[in-house]
């Protein structure tokens, strides 16, 4: 699996960070299919490579273990994403997790090599990169009466939505899809 143009623009606006403490990054395709690219650090005359885990929003501890389970050698795997509070930061730290995130965060733990920054916050979170499902329950409701019976298309936003059984608001989200 290769890294798209996107997942490659957000890796290396989170490894910028980094670079502003002078550590070389480098973002590289993938040698294994199950990551989505690599990255390669140069610090001090050390040489570190990571498997990314690329993930753009972190919601719990729980989602922070998945992952560390999930990496093929967690040691070798560095987490991307938007940005972690101090807490998941110290968290990662615990787990052995290494991250760099898109406030400045970042936890690199090789051998001569320690960095560790939390508590920054993001000036805008990269929010767009994340995922969203377009379609609601509402939204499947109403447009199915809209195909099955194609005259409530003229027809108006209550009976629509006395037909779809949703509410006025859902009928208003399904017709404004832009």
């Known amino acids: 699996m290769n890294m798209s143009d996107a997942d490659a ?5 989170a490894l910028e960070h980094l670079r502003n403490l002078e550590v070389k990054a480098s973002v590289t395709a993938p040698q294994e299919a199950f990551t989505a690219g690599r990255v390669q650090l140069k ?6 490579n990571y498997d990314v885990e690329l993930t753009p929003r972190i919601t719990s501890a729980e989602q922070l273990n998945a992952i560390h389970i999930r990496a093929n050698r967690p040691d070798k795997a560095l987490l991307v994403t938007d940005q972690l509070t101090a807490t998941q930061a110290k968290h990662c730290r ?5 991250f760099v995130d898109h406030a400045g965060n970042a936890y690199i733990d090789g051998p ?14 990269a929010s767009k990169h994340v995922r969203v499902s377009v379609m609601t329950a509402a939204m499947v409701r109403t447009v199915f009466v809209l195909l099955a019976d194609p005259k409530f298309v003229n027809k108006p936003y209550r009976e629509i939505a006395l037909a779809a059984k949703v509410s006025l608001g859902g009928i208003a989200q399904t017709v404004d899809l832009r």
């Open 9 to 13: 623009n957000f890796v290396e606006a």
């Open 43 to 48: 610090v001090k005359g050390q040489v570190l």
């Open 94 to 98: 615990d787990i052995g997790l290494q």
């Open 112 to 125: 001569g090599v320690l960095i560790f920054t939390s508590g920054q916050r993001a000036e805008k979170v």
